[in-house]
């Protein structure tokens, strides 16, 4: 097919790891086969009167840490004259972020293949949109109200998982026992004095064995990483210092995943890094998820082929 112009609003590509970044990736894969490849940042962005445009850097890369990019080209263009736009910039999906999913629908000409759906980001929070799923995901409960988590925590007696809504990253997950002298204090911080809810689900014991990170393109799974948390820590994933271990999924989450597939393309959530504990769906990561390095480390695949062509076939339907 005649080469396309694939865009990526991401984090800083001078910060970007080559060897685990899953955008960096799917970067690659696009140059690979052909793609000119354009960066952008959330800043960048701009309303010019009619549409959105952003400040654009043309690049070529390759995988060699701390020279893995060079700049060809400089300069603002619409985000029509994108035929592919990835919307990679990591969390937290904060009002900035949300800001951008709003801007880079504005567009004077044909809009390009987002990949995800801005609309589909900006309703599919990574731990509420479980929600739509409860028959999938351990015993959970939303609120910011101490009486309510409280009693929640009592109920469960192999313990309890705190959470942030709007957490990434495994950052502010902790783990709470019945009985632990912290637990109205723990309550307090993390709710901000019950000015902000927050997600309490059933301790899964499945949990010191590994979580499991599974990408699904398309809405079809394309591979999956167990993320195994180190002796010291409840969290499994990477950011957080889990360690990627091989995998194959099993029928359960086989199910989970064909349950998840309807409603995933019905919001154009065609990249998606879905957690699983046990046998639970945990969060449905829609906005950058990672693991793709590592899965195709582990397995000696390539991940992101499935990306582009997916994105491929897309564009030529415009």
């Excluded at 809009?111 to 509420?128: H, M, T």
């Excluded at 890094?273 to 945990?282: A, C, M, R, S």
Aim: aromatic share 6%; charged share 25%.
């Amino acid at each position: 097919m005649a080469p396309l112009t694939f865009g990526f609003l991401m984090d800083p590509l001078e910060h970007v790891r080559v060897d685990h970044d899953s955008t960096f990736q799917m970067m690659l894969e696009a140059q690979k086969r052909g793609h000119t490849v354009r960066y952008f940042e959330q800043s960048w962005l701009r309303f010019s009167g009619t549409a959105t445009e952003a400040r654009m850097r043309t690049v070529t890369v390759r995988r060699e840490a701390g020279r893995h990019f060079e700049v060809l080209d400089e300069s603002v263009r619409s985000i029509s004259s994108l035929d592919v736009l990835f919307m990679r910039k990591d969390p937290p999906v904060d009002a900035e972020f949300l800001h951008a999913t709003q801007l880079v629908e504005l567009c004077s000409g044909r809009p390009p293949v987002y990949i995800n759906s801005p609309q589909g980001i900006r309703d599919a929070n990574e731990k509420l949109y479980t929600l739509n799923f409860p028959e999938l995901m351990p015993e959970t409960c939303v609120s910011g109200e101490k009486s309510v988590l409280m009693d929640f925590i009592r109920r469960h007696p192999a313990g309890t998982i705190l959470k942030p809504i709007d957490g990434f990253g495994g950052q502010g997950i902790v783990f709470c026992a019945q009985g632990d002298r912290n637990m109205r204090s723990m309550l307090e911080m993390l709710t901000n004095l019950g000015r902000q809810a927050i997600m309490a689900q059933a301790y899964v014991p499945q949990s010191r064995q590994g979580d499991k990170r599974i990408i699904l393109v398309d809405g079809e799974p394309r591979g999956a990483v167990l993320r195994v948390p180190s002796d010291d820590d409840h969290r499994g994933n990477m950011a957080a210092g889990g360690k990627p271990v091989k995998t194959t999924l099993t029928e359960r989450e086989k199910q989970i995943c064909a349950r998840l597939k309807p409603k995933l393309l019905e919001r154009g959530l065609l990249v998606v890094g879905i957690d699983v504990l046990g046998d639970y769906l945990t969060e449905v990561n829609v906005t950058s998820p990672t693991g793709l390095a590592e899965i195709n480390v582990l397995d000696q695949t390539c991940v992101e082929t499935h990306v582009i062509q997916m994105a491929e076939r897309l564009a030529a339907k415009r």
